[in-house]
């Protein structure tokens, strides 16, 4: 678990002060609390992407070789998650598969702190790169990776589908 300082900005009624706010893999977590948590995260999701996107967050997802979850958990409510991420390592590569913040809660600094876990957790296990797919369309994920230090290394047309391109990014651990 990680903790953070500071207090979030307020752009909507939704506050949450980042102090009260920890990062878990849900690798760790016993099945009583994965299970509830699984379940906010599937009804974030379904919100947030097509369904041709959305993932499938029941639990056998979390028998996935290789994957891992991260989820953020606000201390009043420690079985309900307003954010999270989900990684599949191959080798010394991560691929973040998908971050997604609740989307009354955007807006506060909950994905950079989530994303600043992702680069340190990756780092502290030996990776050598951080690597994702995103959306040309999906600027706010664009200005996060960015300002999380990820590159743009190649672009794809019809990547997402007709019309839509897809951008690769990559973050470097030099050591
Ligand atoms: C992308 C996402 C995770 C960002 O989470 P967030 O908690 O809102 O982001 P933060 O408040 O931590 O902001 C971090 C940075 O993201 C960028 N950002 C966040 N919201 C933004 C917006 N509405 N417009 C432009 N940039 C934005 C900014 O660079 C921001 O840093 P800054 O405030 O110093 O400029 C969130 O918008 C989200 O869940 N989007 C829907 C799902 C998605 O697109 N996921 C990515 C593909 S899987």
Request: charged share 25%; with cysteine; net charge positive.
């Amino acid at each position: 678990m990680a903790s953070a300082g500071g207090i979030a900005r307020n752009p909507s009624n939704a506050v949450l002060h980042i102090q009260h706010l920890s990062v878990h893999d849900m690798t760790f977590q016993a099945k009583e609390k994965a299970v509830p948590i699984l379940a906010t995260i599937a009804r974030i999701e379904k919100k947030s992407f097509p369904a041709t996107e959305a993932l499938d967050f029941s639990t056998s997802i979390l028998k996935k070789a290789n994957t891992r979850i991260l989820f953020v958990v606000n201390q009043s409510a420690p079985l309900s998650a307003v954010a999270y991420c989900v990684c599949v390592r191959h080798r010394r590569t991560i691929l973040l598969h998908k971050i997604c913040v609740a989307e009354r809660f955007r807006g506060q600094g909950i994905g950079k702190l989530l994303m600043d876990q992702i680069l340190k957790r990756a780092e502290l296990e030996g990776c050598d790169d951080l690597e994702l797919w995103v959306d040309e369309c999906r600027m706010p994920a664009r200005n996060l990776y960015a300002r999380s230090g990820f590159e743009e290394r190649c672009r794809v047309k019809g990547y997402y589908g007709p019309g839509r391109t897809g951008i690769k990014m990559i973050a470097h651990f030099s050591r």
